[in-house]
């Protein structure tokens, strides 16, 4: 058949939506030959039909087009039809005309000459990548739980999961060619081509989607639907890798990674999500070398997870929280030593985790977050836990998490007195004795702003802080901790807490009769930031709620009073 003929036998049948018209157009044996010469010229014939329009309308036509596409990558030059399909990639505005190229566009880059391949490779998954960066992601929606699984029936989200499930596909026959081509000199570029790519579909799309399991009612995990997709990208990157941890890690410095003179950086979460499915998920866990301790885990990922808690989007912060709690786990409480509580790299994961459990919208991810702030501070063993205690209470500005801190510390002091009690005469923790105590404990028995120090944001820290200084003051009676030296400084503060308590009391109860209106000057601070404006009946309870703190904190500090008075 000439020239005109088939290409106008298959633009009519493509016009007319008439599949088999189309597909037979290319697969009767007397046009082999001329389709095999002319394949360039066909692709953007078949291209030019794979729209939205098409996907949505009529799904048959547009699997004929991709159908059309693999016949004719596989009889046509795979450098002709290599440089087509890119000319179509460039133009696509729509990630389902992308998605419906991928199966053509793998077949071709299987076909290219080998000497040269990973430079074809490099430019198609550079072009495809491109795509990846501007595929629409979800929004924050504040999921949690169960209904996090939700996510996947978005829009944006299916269009991402369907994309992650045709790139899975797209890359399995690449991945193929690397594993049976070892000796070729070619094939150490392909694979740092070929990872490139893996870990910039991590990044963009993937990392917007949740891949945690939820347990539904009777108990079964339930996995989200980009998951399976998840899984062979991460398997992908294990078969062009020797060490999956090592190479990955160190790969956007890597010489390997600066020879691909790629224009665009890899996204630096991409590193974060990888560990987060490698050690947070588990997905080829087996691949790590078993050589590695749980704490260098730790401290090889810290980076990485401080990244992914900075984030704002909230799937990118659980994953960031996800990973820490496991690897968190996985150290034996009580069992590192006061030197790791000093590296930069664990103490670096504070602040951000910090950030995340005062201001984080989600309640489920700063309950998680709260659970690795005690996981975190419980690892360490006593004379650990000083440097963490030390550093926290100088850095902490949350109330609540001041509360919690200084409970723990008092619990630890509290051992390291039964410990001297089982050792006499010898003091196995002298960090929590004399001048090293007092350097972190005397800064507790201060109000920021004396009595005036709005003691509704810090009541949390104030009743911790009375609770320790009543249990040091009744159970150290020979004084080891050095406590009793501390006296003076404790009853100061308990006379000038007992006058900011009547002022505030006299305050707050001032304000339960005054009449409340819009323009109200009354606000409520947590962690430094001011709560949103409430109405009448909120900030009555809210004053009532004020009130009732502040009787429990006077009739906690009777105890402390009668006790420094002794």
Known sequence: MAEKDVKSQLIRALEDWDVVAASDCLSCPSNHAWVAENSMELVP???????EHTEMAGPHMAQCCQDLLVTLANKGSAKENLVAILEQLDSFQASVSVRRVLPGLAIVLTRIK????????????????????????????GLEGVERLSLDQTGPARECIDMLDALADFIDPLINIVKTSVDEADN???KSVLLYFLLSALSRPLSFLSQHPESDPTGLLVFPASHAAAAR???AVAEVTTNILDEVVKFPDSKERKSLQEDEPLDQTSISVFLYLLLGEGLCLDKVPAVYSKLYLLQRSSPHISLLL???????????????????????PSSLPPTEAENPALVSLMAPLVNVIVYQDVAELRKLGFACYSKFVNMFNLNGRYSVYNHLLNTVNHSGLLGWTISSLKDSIALSLAKYAESKPAVLYPEYTGHSLARIVLPLFRLANGAETDLLEVSDEVLATINFAHFLLVRDK?????????????????EMLTEGLKLSTAHYEQKLKEPFDDGSNMNVTVGGRDLPAMDEKKLKEVVRSALNTFSLIQFNLVRVKEQVEK
Do not use: F, Y
């Open 45 to 51: 014939v078949v291209a030019q039909h794979l729209t």
């Open 114 to 141: 080998q000497s040269s391949m990973s430079v074809s490779w490099a430019w198609a998954l550079s072009t495809v990548a491109c795509h990846l960066r501007t595929c629409t992601v979800p929004d924050n929606l």
């Open 188 to 190: 150490k570029c392909r």
């Open 233 to 235: 990208l991460v398997t």
């Open 310 to 332: 900075k984030e704002p989007q909230e799937i990118r912060v659980h994953k960031g929280l996800l990973l820490l709690e496991k690897l968190l786990s996985s150290i034996t």
């Open 478 to 494: 020979e004084n080891i901790s050095g406590i009793q030296d501390m006296k003076s400084e404790i009853k100061n503060w308990v």
